[in-house]
């Protein structure tokens, strides 16, 4: 049996590493030179519709009730409005970001996420961090920094002159917060749907069956401004924009089995892998310039997401002095020791 959950999360390790280099790379190569323009509103909003069918298929395998139960729950779910929106825009600028910014750079870029994420944790949900975590942070800014200038020095035709470039790296950097809002409050939609649930992972799926549902106008919305040079809906749909719209509808699955068959330090591997599959990419298509800086910033970035990932927070450091055997107060209220 355990040889058979040890090969489940290879495979699940394996997937994440493959969606998520695949994914960035072919996001590039999706705005090649020849290729007939495509409209990136479009695009996100096919996301949300393969996403919508896959949870609704998941869901409908455990029961049909439940998934009728997802169905009827939206309209009470006024708090979904908040992520729903941001993860649209969200989407729609890190399209921004992969045409202007050479794979490595905006794979790192992104990485600030975590930043932001904490940020906004510390402002809504009074989240506190430990002082490995604040010191991991502040390095994970300087690595992506040292990173985004040895992208930014090579600024030849394949990544664009060089305000585009800071054009792309600004948006991939607002990208991040609004990825880090979303999340923090989507985080609070779940921990209060999980005081009403039987915390199965079935209310997972129902959740992002509401989420897409609910995301579904606002990236409709977005694609009524679409660029008159697209014509039409599926104007510039290939091989390459299919593959982006699948394989960025079943990221957030492939997650999720990374966490149910392995654990947050084997998806962390699996991002650092991506980055340096990525920085090989990118030094190969000669998008960047192979130095030292370049090796020294990636190196930063991946020791500071491990860093990050594996020490606890500050809350949770209290929570394990709790277990010695002084009652834990949750909600203001004291309760017994943990066990």
Same mark, same amino acid.
């Given at each position: 049996?355990?040889?058979?959950?040890?090969?489940?999360?290879?495979?699940?390790?394996?997937?994440?590493?493959?969606?998520?280099?695949?994914?960035?790379?072919?996001?590039?190569?999706?705005?090649?030179?020849?290729?007939?323009?495509?409209?990136?509103?479009?695009?996100?909003?096919?996301?949300?519709?393969?996403?919508?069918?896959?949870?609704?298929?998941?869901?409908?395998?455990?029961?049909?009730?439940?998934?009728?139960?997802?169905?009827?729950?939206?309209?009470?779910?006024?708090?979904?409005?908040?992520?729903?929106?941001?993860?649209?825009?969200?989407?729609?600028?890190?399209?921004?970001?992969?045409?202007?910014?050479?794979?490595?750079?905006?794979?790192?870029?992104?990485?600030?996420?975590?930043?932001?994420?904490?940020?906004?944790?510390?402002?809504?949900?009074?989240?506190?961090?430990?002082?490995?975590?604040?010191?991991?942070?502040?390095?994970?800014?300087?690595?992506?920094?040292?990173?985004?200038?040895?992208?930014?020095?090579?600024?030849?035709?394949?990544?664009?002159?060089?305000?585009?470039?800071?054009?792309?790296?600004?948006?991939?950097?607002?990208?991040?917060?609004?990825?880090?809002?979303?999340?923090?409050?989507?985080?609070? /939609?779940?921990?209060?749907?999980?005081?009403?649930?039987?915390?199965?992972?079935?209310?997972?799926?129902?959740?992002?069956?509401?989420?897409?549902?609910?995301?579904?106008?606002?990236?409709?919305?977005?694609?009524?401004?679409?660029?008159?040079?697209?014509?039409?809906?599926?104007?510039?749909?290939?091989?390459?924009?299919?593959?982006?719209?699948?394989?960025?509808?079943?990221?957030?699955?492939?997650?999720?089995?990374?966490?149910?068959?392995?654990?947050?330090?084997?998806?962390?591997?699996?991002?650092?892998?991506?980055?340096?599959?990525?920085? /090989?990419?990118?030094?190969?298509?000669?998008?960047?310039?192979?130095?030292?800086?370049?090796?020294?910033?990636?190196?930063?970035?991946?020791?500071?997401?491990?860093?990050?990932?594996?020490?606890?927070?500050?809350?949770?450091?209290?929570?394990?002095?709790?277990?010695?055997?002084?009652?834990?107060?949750?909600?203001?209220?004291?309760?017994?020791?943990?066990?």
């Amino acid at each position: 049996e355990n040889r058979s959950r040890n090969m489940e999360a290879l495979l699940a390790l394996l997937a994440l590493v493959i969606q998520n280099t695949a994914l960035v790379i072919l996001l590039k190569l999706s705005f090649r030179d020849g290729a007939e323009p495509y409209d990136p509103s479009t695009v996100v909003l096919n996301v949300e519709i393969v996403k919508l069918f896959v949870c609704s298929l998941t869901l409908w395998r455990h029961s049909a009730d439940l998934l009728l139960r997802a169905f009827g729950e939206i309209p009470g779910q006024h708090l979904l409005l908040v992520p729903s929106v941001l993860y649209v825009l969200q989407n729609n600028l890190l399209f921004w970001g992969a045409q202007r910014l050479s794979p490595i750079v905006y794979i790192v870029c992104s990485q600030m996420k975590i930043f932001t994420t904490a940020l906004v944790s510390r402002i809504l949900l009074g989240t506190t961090l430990s002082t490995t975590q604040y010191w991991s942070l502040v390095f994970l800014v300087i690595g992506i920094i040292i990173v985004q200038g040895e992208g930014l020095k090579k600024r030849d035709q394949s990544v664009g002159p060089g305000f585009d470039s800071f054009v792309g790296v600004a948006a991939v950097l607002l990208a991040s917060l609004t990825s880090g809002t979303a999340g923090v409050v989507l985080e609070k /939609v779940y921990k209060a749907g999980q005081r009403n649930s039987n915390g199965s992972g079935s209310a997972v799926w129902a959740r992002n069956i509401q989420l897409s549902i609910v995301s579904l106008p606002f990236a409709f919305v977005g694609t009524l401004f679409q660029d008159a040079r697209s014509g039409q809906f599926w104007t510039g749909y290939d091989s390459v924009v299919v593959s982006v719209i699948l394989l960025q509808a079943i990221g957030g699955i492939i997650i999720g089995f990374v966490l149910k068959y392995a654990n947050n330090v084997s998806k962390c591997l699996a991002i650092s892998v991506s980055i340096c599959c990525c920085a /090989v990419y990118s030094v190969a298509r000669r998008d960047v310039q192979l130095t030292a800086s370049l090796v020294l910033g990636l190196l930063i970035v991946s020791v500071s997401v491990f860093a990050y990932s594996l020490s606890p927070s500050g809350d949770e450091t209290r929570e394990q002095e709790t277990q010695i055997g002084q009652p834990l107060k949750v909600f203001g209220r004291s309760s017994a020791p943990l066990k």
